[in-house]
């Protein structure tokens, strides 16, 4: 027979403080392992733009060429390649952001943004990919929708990890004398 939920067990799980240990040494681990891989993806891109928006502006829409006889270093990312770097970003980076936002539901901090901070790390991502497309086919000044979407991708992304650290760290149950 199902028991009602009552307010504070709304959720799939219960709150990740009250997690046994071994689920919570598990996600600590793969809390490092995504954070290595995404600093990672973050260490990549600084190479592949030199660490400036020109830079990445000329990744994806090559390089201004002044002298017709000259040969660009770099031509204008084709739709082919176009597709490839949109889906094999987009599929694992917007299971990752899920998976996070469910967590962070689970957190028992109670932060006002919260519910934000589940959700803005997936419409960052749409965004993030949606001005790569707008910056390579439209315009170069939509990097400036590319790097804002970016910077709150990352931070949400950098806050959900600090927040649950600090719940698997700080957060401790707390024991039920009788």
Known sequence: ???????????????????????????????????IGLLCGLLLVGLISQNN?????????????????????????PLKSMLITTHTHMMPLALLFFVMGVLILHVSVNIPFKNILAFEPIIALGTTFG????????????IILVL???????????????????????????????
Do not use: A, C
């Open 1 to 35: 027979m199902n028991k009602p939920i009552s307010s504070n067990q709304i959720g799939l799980f219960p709150p990740i403080h009250l997690w046994p240990t071994p689920f919570k040494r598990l996600l600590s681990l793969y809390l490092l392992m995504q954070t």
């Open 53 to 77: 928006i020109s830079g990445l502006q000329e990744h994806y829409r090559g390089q201004i060429q002044t002298d017709p006889l000259e040969i660009p270093d770099s031509t204008p990312k």
């Open 131 to 142: 001005g790569l497309w707008l910056m390579r086919y439209v315009h170069s000044y939509f």
């Open 148 to 178: 804002i979407s970016s910077v709150l991708l990352y931070g949400s992304y950098f806050i959900q990890v600090g927040l649950l650290m600090y719940e698997l760290i700080f957060i401790k149950p707390q024991s039920t004398k009788n």
